[in-house]
């Protein structure tokens, strides 16, 4: 039998405004997007809106929200000595904060794998005990499978459709590209447009030259997408001699999205030299992994990096070329096996980036 295609007249579809958790910010149902670099606290600004979502407090702009559970699940970050920490610190209600443990019982049990789990958590949304408001993913890339923008594409999809079908919010974390301050915000994150593309809402963690951390909203497809909220970082001593941070929002900075972008910086270093700059982005793509190296070059061309200066990087880092078929991949080292030595597809990425 042929599949058949039906249609809805506009004139038979109820309008409705977006669901907001934290107008403008932060809506249900919609995949958003928190980009930082190692150092602006998105991950503790993170923690922070777990806090107020389970605890059903109040956000920066005073929006006070119904209590509701969060989903966190990481792949960088410990939960005993570094998740569970700043949630405390932020004030989270802890029995509303889950973590995706193991799959299976007995002993064929497996960690959690974004990659291919996605319908165990839709199966734990149907039949959730309580309503799940916020899912925060770090890092965002783990959920898709591969590093183009059709890839990427279709891995969030099941992703999306999750957030939309349960309306759930979902934040995934991520990085910027080092060396991009000069660059429009959006396009500085790390990876292929898609990821900005498919978000809604993309935020940003920054550092005012004042010193004074920020966030930002860079891109909106609901509302406006300019405005900052400043933050403070500070220590908290937790019980049992442990230690960890929270952030205290300050007040809403009015400002166009080209002021902010002339009044804030993503790296934590501005003054880096662009070979550091190119080593430390190679540094975070293949952190992910083994990377196809004509990815790789199209990243680096995004990000601003020269072919010269990514092939020294790439050179000084040691980074490791294996070729697939017709295809050259590049990973880095064992640590013990850094070297200053050119690889066999260094003529091969000069013809990627004019």
């Known amino acids: 039998m042929l599949n058949t295609l039906t249609f809805r007249r506009a004139s038979s579809i109820r309008m409705t405004a977006p ?27 993170a ?46 209600d802890l029995d509303r ?17 974004p990659l291919i789990d996605i319908p165990l958590l839709e199966s734990y949304l149907r039949e959730a005990p309580h309503p799940v408001k916020l899912l925060i993913v770090d890092p965002i890339v783990s959920f898709a499978a591969g590093s ?14 999750l957030a939309e079908q349960y309306s759930v919010a979902i ?20 990876g292929v447009q898609a990821f900005v593309a498919l978000s809604r809402v993309v935020m940003m ?15 909106s497809n609901l509302g406006p997408d300019d405005g900052a909220y400043p933050y403070r970082m500070e220590g908290v001593a937790l019980a049992g001699g442990i230690h ?23 790296e934590r270093d501005p003054s880096n030299s662009a070979l550091d700059a190119a080593k430390e982005f190679l540094l975070d793509v293949l952190s992910l992994g083994m990377q196809e190296s004509a990815e790789v070059a199209l990243l680096a061309e995004e990000a601003g990096h020269s072919r010269a200066t990514l092939r020294r990087a ?12 017709d295809q050259w991949w590049w990973m880095l080292p064992p640590e013990e096996d850094a070297q200053d030595d050119e690889h066999l597809d260094d003529e091969h990425l000069g013809t990627l980036i004019q």
């Open 205 to 219: 963690t920054g550092v005012r030259p004042t010193g004074e951390p920020v966030l930002l909203r860079v891109k």
């Open 148 to 161: 183009s923008n059709q890839a990427v594409r279709q891995s969030l999809t099941p992703l999306v459709r």
């Open 47 to 92: 923690a922070k809106l777990a806090a107020v979502v389970s605890s059903g407090g109040s956000f920066p702009d005073s929006t006070a929200t119904t209590a509701g559970d969060v989903i966190i699940w990481s792949g960088e970050d410990s939960i005993e000595d570094t998740l569970l920490p700043r949630l405390t610190a932020a004030g989270a």
């Open 244 to 266: 960890s941070s929270r952030v205290t929002f300050g007040a809403y900075l009015d400002l166009s999205a080209n002021e902010i972008l002339g009044s804030v910086r993503t």
């Open 314 to 325: 790439k050179s000084l880092l040691g980074v490791l070329s294996d070729k697939q078929g």
């Open 19 to 45: 669901n907001w958790l934290w107008p403008g910010w932060l809506c249900a149902g919609k995949l958003h997007l928190l980009a930082g670099e190692s150092g602006t606290g998105k991950t503790t600004v």
């Open 97 to 113: 904060c889950i973590f995706p443990d193991v799959v299976g019982s007995g002993e064929k049990q497996r960690p959690f794998d």
């Open 171 to 190: 934040i995934g974390i991520t990085h910027v590209a080092k060396g991009s301050n000069k660059r429009p915000p959006k396009e500085r994150i790390l």
